[in-house]
T-cell receptor, first 108, second 113 residues
């Protein structure tokens, strides 16, 4: 079983819509969770981190964590063409374990 | 320079060459990491250093040799690589501790001929 799994995508959404990204993890002892965005040819950049169950909002982004279900998600509201990128879910277990990423395309 | 820098940004080498990748962080962090990103694969953690001491080696072949002379600098020495080692090599840094956010450098795009 992979440590971190993401919905495979690609995900195409119209401009202004909500993009929903999902991630599950296998290590029940994991305590910190991160969403990174990676544009093609660039390095990952941090969007959000979440440590506690529930929702965490930052601008147009909302991260949701459910440790009992070992599930973390990212919602992007009012999607913009500039949000088109690959989104990486990462779980911290002795260094970050990354999912394979979900590629999001926002259609103008 | 700010953040995490890596040099060179691009490197082409033959299988018999020896080269080194350099990473420097200007964030006052005390943990540094090497990751490998191959096409169509998740980012793979290679090495972790905390306060200059290696705390994680994720079963990386010995043709990759890390060096961390101080908390701000990290090197990855390469020798007798294989074409399948061609990838983007990313350095990251953080404050020590699993919960802390890691910040990535721009990466070195390595091609092994």
């Amino acid at each position: 079983q992979k440590e971190v799994e993401q919905n495979s995508g690609p995900l195409s959404v119209p401009e202004g819509a909500i993009a929903s990204l999902n991630c599950t993890y296998s290590d029940r002892g994991s305590q910190s969770f991160f969403w990174y965005r990676q544009y093609s040819g660039k390095s990952p950049e941090l969007i959000m981190f979440i440590y506690s169950n529930g929702d965490k909002e930052d601008g147009r982004f909302t991260a949701q964590l459910n440790k009992a279900s070992q599930y973390v998600s990212l919602l992007i509201r009012d999607s913009q063409p500039s949000d088109s990128a690959t989104y990486l879910c990462a779980v911290n277990t002795r260094g970050l374990s990354f999912g394979a990423g979900t590629t999001v395309t926002v259609r103008a | 320079e700010t953040g995490v820098t890596q040099t060179p940004r691009h490197l082409v080498m033959g299988m018999t060459n020896k080269k080194s990748l350099k990473c420097e962080q200007h964030l006052g962090h005390n943990a540094m990491y090497w990751y490998k990103q191959s096409a169509k694969k998740p980012l793979e953690l290679m090495f972790v250093y905390n306060f200059k001491e290696q705390t994680e080696n994720n079963s990386v072949p010995s043709r990759f040799s890390p060096e961390c002379p101080n908390s701000s600098h990290l090197f990855l020495h390469l020798h007798t690589l294989q074409p399948e080692d061609s990838a983007l090599y990313l350095c990251a840094s953080s404050q020590s501790g699993d919960a802390n956010t890691q910040y990535f450098g721009p990466g070195t795009r390595l091609t092994v001929l």
